[in-house]
């Protein structure tokens, strides 16, 4: 295709002991050492390559905010498309719907198909050439006798561009779009369009949700960006917007989709476009917390669109950056954690300002400059003025561990050190023992064993009041050894 993306801003693999490269979200997975805020979401839009990174400040809140521009700036690929799984029914699907019968219209395909092409921020050039495809579908649905076979093979030539597309840009082969559209060709078709021909039963369909002990942590925490409030308006409509979010809770993710589009159509109906900006948030909330990030970024790009509230520009900006921040792409990261910022600071939210900032200075960090600490320091004052010990404890981590890696054992041991006495007071037994064990390995490295043997038990006592067993394991397995 003549794409060469090998340019594109990546935050560099990390190799390990010794061992195959990993990427970043794998370790930080690995590492379990992120802040317990992290499960509220974050994930992402508009792609941008950014040359010249922006300088490490401590912002000026009221300096003028400049809204993203989103999927009009996009220049570069998400690696999202790897954890891609949208609309695969199979034929052995069980799933039942009231009333709903086995037929999926053209339209409904169609329109997938090209919010797919949107989510991964296909380049112009390439696009023109998938459009060409899909111009000659659309001229055959709107015939009395539309050629199936022909509507199949362009869908087909057009699915295997798009995944060209992603193979070139994750250095990595995937026919994720290719095996979806293999997957609808297995359904019964209705080649009539119809666009209000809508089959509940081929939306996304959701796996359980399963998370790990780290995850559930996580949720525990407050959030760096708290959740715009209720809309006060409409009765009908604050009852729906109240309802479709219960059934989120409830972990019910097609009826909470099912009820927000309710709700959005009713928002459109009364004009009220602030209520749909903070419906289109909970719903790339859902799609984001079961992984699902092209419909996650198109509904946060949605929601930006109409919002009015900073609160709502906040959550959904740094929702992206951390779908970004997750896979590795530094620019659009840095972008909308900058954003973050900005808005945060117009809302005096202190919280959202430094851990974005302290976020910023960990992509700073994974690239081994150490501009990053310019970061942390700004992320550090800010957090001074609140009482949230958990951020302070997340950013005190994080310095420690760029410090590690820059070769300063004994200014990263104080900031463990920071770190440890903020999660202690911020009862958290788990980030607790996490840093006396990074502490431990950082001792161990520099061949201080009665500092590490020191410190994994202390650690050890904290990792008993978990349920994390493998840490319990790990740590004991050290001390072992060092005794």
């Known amino acids: 295709m003549g794409l060469n993306l090998s340019s594109v801003n990546q935050r560099p693999y990390i190799v390990k002991d010794g061992k195959k490269p990993v990427n970043q979200k794998e370790e930080q997975e690995k590492s379990a050492r992120q802040p317990e805020d992290e499960q509220q979401n974050s994930r992402s839009k508009g792609l941008a390559l950014v040359e010249d990174k ?13 809204q993203q521009q989103g999927w009009q700036a996009a220049k570069s690929q998400i690696q999202a498309q790897s954890h891609y799984k949208a609309t695969q029914p199979q034929a052995t699907d069980t799933f039942e719907y009231q009333g709903v019968s086995a037929n999926i219209n053209i339209a409904q395909i169609l329109k997938d198909f090209k919010n797919t092409a949107l989510a991964i921020g296909t380049p112009a050039e390439l696009q023109e050439e998938v459009d060409g495809y899909i111009n000659l579908i659309q001229s055959q649905v709107s015939k009395e006798n539309p ?8 869908l087909k030539n057009a699915s295997t561009l798009l995944d060209a597309y992603i193979s070139e840009t994750l250095n990595k082969e995937s026919k994720v779009v290719e095996n979806w559209v293999d997957a609808i060709f297995l359904q019964q078709i209705d080649f009539k369009y119809n666009e209000n021909d809508i089959n509940p039963q081929f939306l996304v369909k959701f796996p359980e ?14 959030a760096p960006t708290p959740q715009p409030a209720v809309p006060q308006v409409d009765e009908e409509l604050k009852n729906m917007f109240k309802y479709s979010k219960q059934l989120a809770r409830e972990n019910n993710p097609k009826a909470a989709l099912l009820s927000f589009q309710k709700a959005l159509t009713r928002a459109d109906e009364l004009g009220e476009e602030s209520v749909k900006s903070k419906i289109y948030l909970e719903v790339g909330d859902i799609y984001n917390d079961y992984n699902y990030l092209p419909q996650a970024l198109t509904s946060y790009h949605k929601s930006l669109e109409s919002a009015t509230e900073n609160t709502v520009k906040i959550k959904a900006h740094y929702s992206m950056a951390q779908i970004y921040d997750n896979v590795n792409q530094i620019s659009p990261a840095l972008d909308h954690y900058y954003t973050t910022v900005a808005y945060a600071g117009e809302e005096d939210n202190l919280v959202a300002q430094s851990v974005s900032l302290a976020k910023m200075g960990n992509i700073y960090a994974d690239m081994y400059e150490q501009e990053s600490l310019e970061y942390y320091s700004s992320a550090k004052d800010i957090a001074a003025q609140t009482d949230n010990s958990k951020v302070k404890g997340f950013i005190a981590s994080s310095t420690a561990d760029s410090l590690s890696k820059f070769g300063e054992p004994q200014e990263a041991l104080k900031e463990y050190s920071q770190a440890v006495q903020h999660y ?6 788990l980030k607790v023992a996490q840093n006396y064990n990074a502490a431990a390995d950082l001792m161990i490295e520099y061949h201080n064993l009665n500092k590490a043997k020191s410190l994994l038990s202390k650690g050890l006592n904290y990792a008993n009041q978990t349920n994390d067993l493998d840490l319990i394991a790990e740590m004991s397995g050290k ?3 060092l005794s």
């Open 147 to 154: 050629n199936t076979k022909l509507i199949k093979s362009n």
């Open 54 to 66: 922006p300088k490490p400040f401590v912002p000026n809140y009221t300096a003028q905010v400049q």
């Open 209 to 222: 949700r399963t998370l790990n002990k780290e995850q559930e942590a996580q949720q525990q925490a407050p």
């Open 424 to 429: 202690a007071q911020a009862d958290s037994p």
């Open 479 to 481: 001390l072992e050894i």
